[in-house]
Every structure is written in structure tokens, then in C-alpha cells.
């Protein structure tokens, strides 16, 4: 079964600044997919980015890029520029490239929660 | 127009009752889900249901019930109501492989 861990519980950034938030996951596949998902005080559930393993290129959107190490499965989250709104819970989550059946379940790691200060 | 929509966003109700959530998307995906977040943020799959076919049922109790009328809505019946069920249960929805599209979650509260 495949694991997620998120090993920083809380994390803190000044605005305009740049934070890194790290995931490792275990995994006995070859290809997969990982996410990051952003949980404002909304408790919506806001997709960040996604990386597809068989990508040796690190995916980016805007602001916010990913380190993907495959070897080390490792998935960090850069997010540059700081704003206020970032703040939020963000979580790693894996998830099968395999069609049907359990593998096309997320699972999650537990979380770290960015705070974003003046 | 709302993606994934659940309803209700809040529900209070006392231990031993029943209580069903509703979950519609307007995507056209064809797998729909069930997660529960507990008191720790903790996100974990319950349920999955493709084309109205249940797919992905984790260990959840038997008082735990979804039901699919169509592709487009995934309801969750949950009898007998405890106070460990006190949770956010989200629903979400995807296509193929693609990424998940979340509800806006119903944070279940059991007194």
C-alpha cells in the first residue's frame, strides 16, 4: 500500500518571501501521479499542482513549482512571493496511474499548515 | 456554475439518528468519491463509485451506505449515527486519470 507522509506539521513565511513544503511518499509502482491540494479556512479543496512521475521535467503553475525527485520519492512544494492568501493547509496526495478498483483513490498525507506573515 | 456541489454544507443532529448527504457534479465524470476528514485534518477515501458501479469501499461500518442514482450524483446514507462520525465528508469527482474535483465538504456534527 502506498504511503504519504508530510513530516511538517505547521510552517510559517513572511509575505514575498519563498517557503518550501515537503512530501515523501512509498511506493511500489512505476508510474503514478502526485498532487498538491490547497485547504483555505474555506475547507474547500483547491488542486495546486499535479506531477505525472513518468515527467522528468518539475511541474510549475504561476507561483508555485514543484522538486520532484523520483528516486528519493520525494515531491516538494515551492511556493514563491508569499501572498496573505496562500495561506491555508496544503496536502500531498498520491494516486495510481492504474485504471479501476482502489487505484484510482487519493491518498494523503496529513497535512501541513502555512501561515503568512506581514 | 458549481462543479461538485454537496448538500448540506452543515448538519447537527443527535447520536442514533439518520442522516443522508448529497453530492451532484455538472462535470460529466464518470467516478465519483467519498472522503472523510476527521478532527485532524486527516483525509481518507470511503467510498467510489464508477458509472453507478461501487468500485472502492475502504473499511467504513455497515451503518455507512452510498448510493448512486446516476453518474452525476453520489449520495452517502449513514444510520445510527455515533459521535465518532462527527467529521467533514467531502465528495469529489474525476475523470480517467485525471485530477479530483472536491465538493465543498459537510461538516457533520453528532451531539
Known amino acids: 500500500a502506498q504511503t504519504v507522509t508530510q513530516s511538517q506539521p505547521e510552517m510559517s513565511v513572511q509575505e514575498a518571501e519563498t517557503v518550501t513544503l515537503s512530501c515523501t511518499y512509498d511506493?511500489?509502482?512505476?508510474?503514478?501521479?502526485l498532487f498538491w491540494y490547497k485547504q483555505p479556512p474555506s475547507r474547500q479543496m483547491i488542486l495546486v499542482i499535479r506531477?505525472?512521475?513518468?515527467?522528468?521535467q518539475n511541474a510549475t503553475e504561476n507561483r508555485f513549482s514543484v522538486n520532484f525527485q523520483k528516486a528519493a520519492k520525494s515531491f516538494s512544494l515551492k511556493i514563491s512571493d508569499s501572498q496573505l492568501g496562500d495561506a491555508a493547509m496544503y496536502f500531498c496526495?498520491?494516486?495510481?496511474?492504474?485504471?479501476?478498483?482502489?487505484?484510482?483513490?487519493?491518498?494523503f498525507g496529513t497535512g501541513t499548515r502555512l501561515q503568512v506573515t506581514l | 456554475d458549481t462543479a461538485v456541489s454537496q448538500t448540506p454544507k452543515y448538519l447537527v443532529t443527535q447520536m442514533g439518528n439518520d442522516k443522508s448527504i448529497k453530492c451532484e457534479q455538472n462535470?460529466?465524470?464518470?467516478?465519483m468519491y467519498w472522503y472523510k476528514q476527521d478532527s485532524k485534518k486527516f483525509l481518507k477515501i470511503m467510498f467510489s463509485?464508477?458509472?453507478?458501479?461501487?468500485?472502492i469501499n475502504e473499511t467504513v461500518p455497515n451503518r455507512f451506505s452510498p448510493k448512486s442514482p446516476d453518474k452525476a450524483h453520489l449520495n452517502l446514507h449513514i444510520n445510527s449515527l455515533e459521535l465518532g462520525d462527527s467529521a467533514v465528508y467531502f465528495c469529489?469527482?474525476?475523470?480517467?486519470?485525471?485530477?479530483?474535483?472536491f465538493g465543498p465538504g459537510t461538516r457533520l456534527t453528532v451531539t
Open positions: 463509485y464508477n458509472n453507478k458501479e461501487l468500485i
Open positions: 496526495a498520491y494516486r495510481s496511474v492504474r485504471s479501476g478498483g482502489t487505484a484510482s483513490k487519493l491518498t
Open positions: 511506493t511500489s509502482e512505476s508510474d503514478y501521479y
Open positions: 469529489a469527482s474525476s475523470q480517467d486519470n485525471y485530477e479530483q474535483y
Open positions: 506531477q505525472e512521475a513518468y515527467k522528468q
Open positions: 462535470l460529466g465524470h464518470d467516478t
